[in-house]
Protein backbone atom coordinates (compact mmCIF):
# COMPACT_ATOMS: atom_id res chain seq x y z
CA UNK A 1 0.00 0.00 0.00
CA UNK A 2 1.38 3.67 -0.84
CA UNK A 3 1.89 5.98 1.93
CA UNK A 4 3.63 9.67 2.42
CA UNK A 5 6.89 10.19 2.89
CA UNK A 6 8.69 12.63 5.48
CA UNK A 7 8.60 15.59 2.77
CA UNK A 8 4.69 15.29 1.60
CA UNK A 9 3.41 14.19 5.48
CA UNK A 10 4.81 17.53 6.97
CA UNK A 11 3.63 19.52 3.47
CA UNK A 12 0.13 18.18 3.94
CA UNK A 13 0.25 18.88 7.77
CA UNK A 14 0.48 22.37 6.87
CA UNK A 15 -2.68 22.37 4.96
CA UNK A 16 -6.69 22.23 6.38
CA UNK A 17 -7.82 19.68 7.85
CA UNK A 18 -10.11 18.58 4.89
CA UNK A 19 -7.35 18.32 2.60
CA UNK A 20 -5.51 16.09 5.15
CA UNK A 21 -8.75 13.56 5.42
CA UNK A 22 -9.09 13.88 1.61
CA UNK A 23 -5.25 13.01 0.73
CA UNK A 24 -5.05 10.33 3.69
CA UNK A 25 -7.65 8.48 1.61
CA UNK A 26 -6.14 9.04 -1.66
CA UNK A 27 -2.55 7.67 -0.55
CA UNK A 28 -4.78 4.28 0.18
CA UNK A 29 -5.20 3.42 -2.95
CA UNK A 30 -3.21 5.49 -5.44
CA UNK A 31 0.70 6.83 -4.76
CA UNK A 32 1.29 10.37 -4.87
CA UNK A 33 3.41 13.56 -3.86
CA UNK A 34 2.26 16.01 -1.76
CA UNK A 35 4.64 18.92 -3.52
CA UNK A 36 3.13 22.41 -1.54
CA UNK A 37 0.94 23.09 1.10
CA UNK A 38 1.32 26.42 3.27
CA UNK A 39 3.75 28.84 1.04
CA UNK A 40 4.71 31.90 2.98
CA UNK A 41 5.11 35.46 1.13
CA UNK A 42 8.46 34.41 -0.14
CA UNK A 43 7.64 31.46 -1.68
CA UNK A 44 4.16 32.81 -3.01
CA UNK A 45 6.39 35.63 -4.42
CA UNK A 46 8.88 32.43 -6.25
CA UNK A 47 5.87 30.45 -7.84
CA UNK A 48 4.28 33.79 -9.17
CA UNK A 49 7.35 35.19 -10.67
CA UNK A 50 7.77 31.49 -12.23
CA UNK A 51 4.31 31.68 -13.56
CA UNK A 52 3.23 28.97 -11.22
CA UNK A 53 0.69 30.97 -9.79
CA UNK A 54 -1.34 34.13 -11.17
CA UNK A 55 -1.59 35.73 -7.84
CA UNK A 56 0.76 37.53 -5.44
CA UNK A 57 1.05 37.08 -1.42
CA UNK A 58 -1.31 37.18 0.46
CA UNK A 59 -4.23 36.66 -2.45
CA UNK A 60 -3.33 32.58 -2.78
CA UNK A 61 -5.23 29.61 -1.46
CA UNK A 62 -1.61 28.74 -0.50
CA UNK A 63 -0.92 32.05 2.02
CA UNK A 64 -3.53 31.15 5.17
CA UNK A 65 -2.61 28.83 7.71
CA UNK A 66 -3.95 25.83 7.70
CA UNK A 67 -3.54 26.13 3.64
CA UNK A 68 -6.41 26.14 1.68
CA UNK A 69 -4.74 24.72 -1.32
CA UNK A 70 -2.38 22.08 -1.43
CA UNK A 71 -0.31 20.86 -4.82
CA UNK A 72 -0.10 17.29 -5.28
CA UNK A 73 0.23 14.70 -8.08
CA UNK A 74 0.31 10.61 -8.86
CA UNK A 75 3.84 9.48 -8.11
CA UNK A 76 5.37 6.40 -10.35
CA UNK A 77 7.93 4.10 -8.35
CA UNK A 78 9.36 2.83 -11.83
CA UNK A 79 10.19 6.69 -12.07
CA UNK A 80 10.33 7.35 -8.24
CA UNK A 81 9.05 10.87 -9.35
CA UNK A 82 6.24 12.69 -10.86
CA UNK A 83 5.89 12.56 -14.85
CA UNK A 84 5.09 16.20 -15.12
CA UNK A 85 4.24 16.20 -19.01
CA UNK A 86 1.75 13.50 -18.77
CA UNK A 87 -1.28 15.61 -18.31
CA UNK A 88 -3.42 12.28 -18.68
CA UNK A 89 -2.37 10.91 -15.43
CA UNK A 90 -2.94 14.11 -13.47
CA UNK A 91 -6.44 14.29 -15.28
CA UNK A 92 -7.41 10.70 -13.69
CA UNK A 93 -5.56 11.34 -10.26
CA UNK A 94 -7.65 14.88 -10.61
CA UNK A 95 -11.10 12.71 -11.01
CA UNK A 96 -10.01 10.49 -8.07
CA UNK A 97 -9.23 13.51 -5.40
CA UNK A 98 -12.46 14.73 -6.79
CA UNK A 99 -14.46 11.64 -6.03
CA UNK A 100 -13.05 10.72 -2.75
CA UNK A 101 -13.97 14.98 -1.77
CA UNK A 102 -17.55 14.43 -2.71
CA UNK A 103 -17.82 10.86 -0.98
CA UNK A 104 -15.95 12.22 2.21
CA UNK A 105 -18.36 15.45 2.09
CA UNK A 106 -21.09 13.03 1.59
CA UNK A 107 -20.77 11.66 4.70
CA UNK A 108 -20.01 14.31 6.94
CA UNK A 109 -16.27 13.91 7.20
CA UNK A 110 -15.30 17.43 5.24
CA UNK A 111 -16.97 20.51 5.34
CA UNK A 112 -15.47 22.04 2.12
CA UNK A 113 -16.08 21.37 -1.94
CA UNK A 114 -12.69 20.79 -3.60
CA UNK A 115 -12.10 22.65 -6.90
CA UNK A 116 -8.85 21.16 -9.32
CA UNK A 117 -6.71 23.61 -11.05
CA UNK A 118 -7.00 22.03 -14.76
CA UNK A 119 -10.81 22.59 -14.29
CA UNK A 120 -11.47 25.62 -12.07
CA UNK A 121 -15.20 26.19 -13.08
CA UNK A 122 -16.07 22.44 -12.64
CA UNK A 123 -17.69 21.83 -15.65
CA UNK A 124 -15.67 18.76 -16.36
CA UNK A 125 -13.74 20.30 -19.30
CA UNK A 126 -9.94 21.47 -18.99
CA UNK A 127 -10.30 22.85 -23.00
CA UNK A 128 -12.14 26.31 -21.93
CA UNK A 129 -9.42 27.17 -19.23
CA UNK A 130 -6.80 30.03 -19.76
CA UNK A 131 -4.54 28.86 -16.43
CA UNK A 132 -3.99 25.25 -16.31
CA UNK A 133 -2.47 24.42 -12.72
CA UNK A 134 -2.70 20.64 -13.04
CA UNK A 135 -1.52 19.97 -9.41
CA UNK A 136 -3.54 22.68 -7.67
CA UNK A 137 -6.56 21.41 -5.38
CA UNK A 138 -8.17 24.24 -3.18
CA UNK A 139 -11.48 24.12 -1.02
CA UNK A 140 -14.23 26.22 -2.00
CA UNK A 141 -17.39 26.90 0.31
CA UNK A 142 -20.07 24.31 0.30
CA UNK A 143 -23.37 26.74 -0.87
Known amino acids: MPKFG ?8 SCHPDLQAIFTVVIQSL ?50 NTDWED ?3 FATFAGYVKRVSHELLAQGVIT ?3 RWGGDWDGDGRTSDQTFHDLPHFELIKVN
Not at 6 to 13: E, I
Open 6 to 13: KTSTARLQ
Open 31 to 80: DCSIFCGHRNKADQQQAFNASLSQVQFPNSKHNSMPSMATDAGPYFTELK
Open 87 to 89: IKA
Open 112 to 114: HHI
